[in-house]
């Protein structure tokens, strides 16, 4: 589906303004990018773990 991509894509620049706007450092804002690019990554391992799978 084309749609996935856009979704995704919207999840990580919500998540960069986000990381970047709570960043009170330049290495927490390095640290923010890369943890916007991650995300959903690290929430499909925490939802499978959850449901045993």
Known sequence: MRGNGTIYGMGVIGALFYY?????????????VLKAFFWPA?????VLDLLKM
Not at 20 to 31: E, K, N, T
Not at 42 to 46: A, E, F, N, R, S
């Open 20 to 32: 970047i706007h709570q960043a009170a450092s330049f290495m927490a804002g390095v640290l923010g």
């Open 42 to 46: 690290v929430l499909i391992y925490k």
